[in-house]
């Protein structure tokens, strides 16, 4: 299955309700289990969380679309922006 890249970029002063929805948050990603590739926060020059960078093994764009959608911070309304792209892995090999 092909890989997609999903970039998430908070919305200003969310700290908070990422911090109240980060368990269901992980909880989500950990459901789809060897189709996670990795995940983890963007960070701003300060060091805290300004988005999130995740990429899945999904069958196709839209079943990666609707997994970001699904995700309780998208539900929350953390997300100021979304984008899902096909990814391509080069290296490491």
Known sequence: ???FAILCHDRPD???????TRPRHLEHLERIGGALFLAGP???EDGAPRGSIVIVDMADLESA???AAADPYAEAGLF???SVTAF?????A
């Open 65 to 67: 679309e609707a997994f």
């Open 1 to 3: 299955m092909p890989l």
């Open 42 to 44: 963007m960070l701003g």
């Open 88 to 92: 391509r892995k080069v290296l490491p």
């Open 80 to 82: 100021a922006e979304v």
């Open 14 to 20: 969310a700290g908070s309700l990422r911090a109240n």
